[in-house]
């Protein structure tokens, strides 16, 4: 914080550090009348839109589609969506299996998923007043927002698998052995 110089100056402002009196009372004015009405906004039209939602489903097949993933083997094709589905929790409500939370894990450590959606810890840093409500609010907010990531997700992994499948093909003609764990390691890691 120090190091930083957060409780100074414009930051320290904005968060309502240290201030007193009049400053006070225009930090709270700034951050819950105008701060906290925004972030709500940007949310709605976000993470609680369907439309948004939807826009943001068929931008991930358009982007699937030209890459030339949607022309591959059908077969493939089903298989890696219900892969994709399984693993980024689309459809499911409560959590992931244990196999598919590894798998998430290693596909968030090859930066396959969750790679461009920015989450935020809050929607604004709101006084006491509207705490309960947002406390209240909080996973209903981090179950939409966690179905928006889980769409891009879905997506990424039928790609991820896609793609792993061609690199695989291609060694295989190559005359590489690709039941070699090594292999596909590299396999993996050229692919993310």
Excluded: C
């Amino acid at each position: 914080k120090n190091a930083n110089n957060i409780a100074g100056g414009l930051q320290g402002f904005v968060r309502g550090e240290g201030k007193e009196g009049a400053e006070a009372a225009v930090s709270w004015m700034y951050r819950n009348l105008l701060l906290f009405p925004k972030g709500v906004s940007q949310l709605s039209k976000t993470v609680f839109s369907i439309p948004t939602h939807l826009r943001n489903m068929i931008s991930a097949f358009g982007f699937s589609g030209a890459n030339g993933i949607l022309f591959e083997n059908p077969t493939l094709i089903a298989k890696a969506f219900r892969e994709g589905i399984d693993v980024s929790g689309l459809t499911k409500l409560g959590t992931n299996t244990p196999r598919a939370q590894e798998a998430y894990r290693e596909l968030l450590e090859l930066g396959v998923v969750n790679s461009q959606v920015q989450i935020g810890e809050q929607v604004a840093n709101i006084d006491s007043i509207i705490s309960p409500f947002m406390r209240k609010m909080k996973k209903t907010k981090e179950f939409f927002q966690g179905k928006y990531v889980a769409e891009d997700d879905t997506f990424k992994i039928t790609n991820y698998v896609v793609e792993l499948d061609r690199l695989k093909k291609s060694a295989v003609k190559q005359g590489i052995d690709v039941s070699d764990e090594t292999v596909l390691k590299g396999l993996k890691v050229d692919a993310a």
